[in-house]
């Protein structure tokens, strides 16, 4: 367990905001956030679990103590007749994981390929991406409940994962400290293309049996793409999660703007484009400060340099009131706000 008092937290969140952590306390081991409990002091004070910073949303110093965890490590569990169950420590960034995973020859995360992060925040959020979202891969995870120091270990249905969310950002956020994550990668693999980004990519490269590692290829090729690179241009990704609709509630809104971009999900809703409505009430280009709106993605919110959290707030807000006005939706922010 390594301490540290006084910390500047712009290297370690995407967007690059400036805020500074009074404690900074690095996790590399189970018995690491152990210590933190037992410690008389650490112990009694409130606390932030911090992963990569790529969604998150910095407005002010930090008086808690910021467990910054960095648990190594990545392995083959156990190879079965239907799975192979892998595991990595939540400190090991997500993308090279994935990366690990299809060098080792198990297939079944490459839809996942280039989200920024870390392996233990991924079933924070149920990180999904063309196609595929993390539950469809989760075995189990181990972590250490902050008020009693005991391990645990958590299965698919204690997670209760819903679109961009999971048990971790309700009755146990901030208490259970994750320290490693198990994926079951179904075999035999079978390659998952039905998001439309892929399918143009099949159609354009003629490649109708595409591979495990071509289809991250692509995955990676589009992110580039469309998303702004956090080194170079700060973001923590999509700011506002796609709102969910009634059919009845989405009739009602093609019927005043007959364009929205609209999915029908298995379960009955209708999932809104957010950045379809955002672009809809002309923010695209538009800023507060140093915040902006992403001029190729009005989903995504940019530091265009030197922005401060309160900026990035000030600039979401009017956001969602503009699409309410509008639409008659409130759009809920996607990273946490601090
Ligand atoms: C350019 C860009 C693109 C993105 N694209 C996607 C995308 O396609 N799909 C998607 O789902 N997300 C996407 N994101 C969001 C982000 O990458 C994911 O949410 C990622 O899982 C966050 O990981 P992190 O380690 O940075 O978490 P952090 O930002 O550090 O933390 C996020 C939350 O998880 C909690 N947490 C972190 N680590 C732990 C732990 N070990 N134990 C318990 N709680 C923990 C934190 O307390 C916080 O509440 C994108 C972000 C960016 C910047």
């Not at 809104?272 to 538009?286: H, R, S, V």
Request: proline share 7%; with cysteine.
């Amino acid at each position: 367990m390594q301490t540290e008092t006084g910390v500047s937290l712009k290297p370690y969140n995407s967007f690059g905001l400036p805020a500074v952590a009074e404690t900074l306390v690095r996790i590399r081991s189970d018995a690491d956030v152990r210590r933190v409990v037992d410690d008389p002091a650490l112990g009694r004070a409130p606390k932030f679990i911090l992963g990569g910073g790529s969604n998150i949303i910095l407005t002010r110093d930090m008086p808690q103590t910021v467990l910054k965890v960095e648990v190594p490590g990545r392995r083959l569990v156990e190879e079965r007749d239907d799975a192979w169950i892998v595991e990595a420590g939540a400190g090991e960034s997500w993308h090279d994981f994935v990366m690990w995973t299809l060098e080792q020859g198990f297939p079944g995360l490459e839809n996942l390929a280039l989200i920024p992060g870390t392996v233990g925040a991924s079933p924070v959020q149920n990180i999904g991406a063309y196609g595929l979202e993390l539950r469809e891969r989760f075995e189990s995870l181990d972590g250490v409940d902050l008020r009693t120091g005991l391990g645990v270990t958590i299965g698919p249905e204690m997670c209760a994962f819903g679109y961009r969310d999971s048990v971790f950002k309700h009755s146990l956020a901030g208490r259970v400290v994750i320290t490693r994550v198990r994926f079951r990668l179904p075999k035999p693999w079978r390659p998952v293309l039905g998001y439309l980004e892929l399918e143009r990519k099949v159609a354009e490269t003629g490649v109708d049996e595409p591979g495990a590692q071509q289809i991250a290829d692509w995955v990676i090729a589009i992110r580039r793409h469309k998303l702004p690179d956090p080194q170079q241009l700060g973001n923590a990704g999509s700011f506002f999660k796609n709102p969910l609709v009634s059919p009845e509630q989405c009739r009602d809104i093609i019927g005043r703007d007959p364009e929205i971009v609209h999915y029908p999900l298995p379960d009955g809703q209708v999932k809104l484009a957010a950045g379809w409505m955002i672009d809809a009430c002309g923010w695209k280009g538009k800023s507060v400060g140093g915040a902006a709106v992403y001029d190729k993605q009005a989903l995504v919110l940019v530091n265009r340099g030197g922005a401060i959290g309160s900026e990035v707030m000030t600039l979401a807000r009017a956001i969602q009131e503009s699409v309410y006005g509008r639409f008659g939706i409130r759009l809920e922010p996607e990273p946490v706000v601090l």
